[in-house]
């Protein structure tokens, strides 16, 4: 497993905005191109007034800001980055209450930010194929009782539903229901043909055999958990990480917006072997096309 990143490493990297803005370019477009415009192939200069590069024969302005999570962002850019930074050194996420006091701006911006780079995590997750041993589980997020009271018969609770192979990746969807319409077309879509599935004695996945896996399950209300090596605590010790850290980062999460949390948790879940590489994917940007 590889360290972290330091924060004396990120500061001595990205010290300011301008060296920021240089990272990005260079990201996005590299030291030299063809102009979209003139068609020349050359250099594009620093553009002082304004967050931009201008081509070297014509002067045509490169934004490589459009097309990321800073695009029509007020906000310093070594902030943006440095927000980053964080959401890659926690295991429990980052509040917007959190964003807030660190940089002494608005509630508003600080949410904004967050929402942003979750959805940009979510952009770089991927989403299998998975094979081999996939343990397959639901949970319910959210809602509560009268009283404050939380539970599983709760009202207004979002069916969570989550797919991992065994030491490797999980995905996480947010589904409608826990039908064996709805559950067996997720494992349709995200796991190969032929992988054993592991699961619990739900009677929605029953019929995995008829559409071509090897199904193993465990009777938890047995008090059963681990059955000649089938069980799916693994995807259950996601969830557990999933709801303690919004109760205690975020407190409360609505449907609307639960798919962004489910894609950050996921994404660093699924880097959680390389911490140090965690931040440096989020500052990897694709080519502009």
Same mark, same amino acid.
């Given at each position: 497993?590889?360290? @972290?990143?330091?924060?004396?490493? %990120? %500061? +001595?990297?990205?010290?300011?905005?301008?060296?920021?803005?240089?990272?990005?370019?260079?990201? *996005?477009?590299?030291?030299? #191109?063809?102009?979209?415009?003139? !068609?020349?192939?050359?250099?594009?200069?620093?553009?002082? +007034?304004?967050?931009?590069?201008?081509?070297?024969?014509?002067?045509?302005?490169?934004?490589?800001?459009?097309?990321?999570?800073?695009? +029509?962002?007020? =906000?310093?850019?070594? *902030?943006?980055?440095?927000?980053?930074?964080? %959401?890659?050194?926690? !295991?429990?996420? $980052?509040?917007?209450?959190?964003?807030q006091r660190q940089f002494g701006c608005s509630y508003k911006t600080a949410w904004r930010m967050g929402h942003e780079i979750r959805k940009y995590m979510g952009q770089l997750d991927g989403q299998g194929p998975l094979d081999g041993d996939v343990e397959a589980d639901e949970t319910y997020v959210g809602g509560? &009782?009268?009283?404050?009271?939380?539970? &599983?018969?709760?009202?207004?609770?979002?069916?969570?539903? +989550?797919?991992?192979?065994?030491?490797?990746?999980?995905?996480?969807? /947010? /589904?409608?229901?826990?039908?064996?319409?709805?559950?067996?077309?997720?494992?349709? =879509?995200?796991?190969?043909?032929? =992988?054993? /599935?592991?699961?619990?004695?739900?009677?929605?996945?029953?019929?995995? *055999?008829?559409?071509?896996?090897?199904?193993?399950? $465990?009777?938890?209300?047995?008090?059963?958990?681990?059955?000649?090596?089938?069980?799916?605590?693994?995807?259950?010790? #996601?969830?557990?990480?999933?709801?303690?850290?919004?109760?205690?980062?975020?407190?409360?999460?609505?449907? !609307?917006?639960? @798919?962004?949390?489910?894609?950050?948790?996921?994404?660093?879940?699924?880097?959680?072997?390389?911490?140090?590489?965690?931040?440096?994917?989020? $500052?990897? %940007?694709? *080519?502009?096309?």
């Amino acid at each position: 497993m590889t360290k @972290p990143i330091t924060m004396q490493e %990120f %500061f +001595a990297q990205f010290p300011d905005d301008d060296t920021c803005l240089d990272h990005l370019m260079a990201q *996005r477009y590299g030291k030299a #191109f063809e102009c979209p415009k003139c !068609r020349r192939f050359g250099r594009f200069y620093r553009f002082a +007034a304004e967050k931009a590069y201008a081509c070297q024969w014509c002067g045509h302005h490169v934004h490589p800001m459009v097309g990321t999570p800073f695009e +029509a962002s007020h =906000t310093s850019l070594q *902030r943006w980055y440095y927000a980053m930074y964080l %959401f890659s050194m926690t !295991r429990h996420g $980052v509040s917007a209450k959190e964003l807030q006091r660190q940089f002494g701006c608005s509630y508003k911006t600080a949410w904004r930010m967050g929402h942003e780079i979750r959805k940009y995590m979510g952009q770089l997750d991927g989403q299998g194929p998975l094979d081999g041993d996939v343990e397959a589980d639901e949970t319910y997020v959210g809602g509560r &009782r009268k009283g404050g009271k939380r539970g &599983r018969g709760a009202p207004g609770k979002t069916v969570v539903f +989550a797919m991992q192979e065994r030491d490797g990746e999980i995905i996480t969807k /947010v /589904v409608p229901d826990v039908k064996k319409a709805t559950l067996t077309n997720e494992i349709e =879509t995200h796991v190969t043909k032929g =992988t054993t /599935v592991h699961t619990d004695e739900l009677q929605s996945y029953n019929g995995l *055999r008829e559409k071509g896996y090897t199904h193993k399950r $465990v009777q938890h209300s047995a008090g059963e958990y681990v059955k000649d090596g089938s069980h799916v605590n693994a995807v259950e010790g #996601f969830f557990s990480i999933l709801k303690r850290s919004i109760r205690s980062t975020h407190i409360w999460v609505s449907q !609307r917006h639960l @798919p962004k949390y489910l894609a950050e948790f996921e994404w660093r879940h699924n880097l959680r072997k390389e911490p140090r590489r965690m931040f440096l994917q989020l $500052v990897t %940007f694709p *080519r502009a096309s």
